[in-house]
């Protein structure tokens, strides 16, 4: 059974760094786009940043722009997205998804998700 799991997520200061894996098993998600979202408290999940099956192509929220950057190692069936210059907005629960078409990632209907990993930034 196909399985994304999350680890990296935890508590930093305000202009910290976290970095995010996301491990990929019961199949290859070499041909996948894979991506990631998140969800704040009292909020909808929103899409964070999504990488092509290649890893040429990515795609970013605003908010994260020029901050967070995702990519993937397709030899360990893994992709991760490094945080840079956390803020206390960033604090949400992140997910890991997939699917092998990019524009149903991109808008929030993967085929696959992880089950979440707590990110939280304090002031």
């Known amino acids: 059974q196909a399985q994304l799991v999350e680890s990296g997520g935890g508590l930093v200061q305000a202009g910290g760094s976290l970095r995010l894996s996301c491990a990929a098993s019961?199949?290859?998600?070499?041909?996948?786009?894979m991506g990631w979202f998140r969800q704040a408290p009292g909020k909808e999940r929103e899409f964070v940043a999504t990488i092509n099956y290649s890893g040429g192509t990515t795609y970013y929220t605003d908010s994260v722009k020029d901050r967070f950057i995702i990519s993937r190692d397709k030899s360990k069936n893994t992709v991760y997205l490094q945080m840079n210059s956390l803020k206390p907005e960033d604090t949400a629960v992140y997910y890991c998804?997939?699917?092998?078409?990019?524009?149903?990632?991109?808008?929030?209907?993967?085929?696959?998700w992880g089950q979440g990993t707590q990110v939280t930034v304090s002031s």
């Open positions: 019961g199949r290859t998600f070499s041909s996948y786009a």
């Open positions: 998804a997939a699917d092998s078409v990019g524009s149903r990632l991109r808008v929030g209907s993967p085929a696959y």
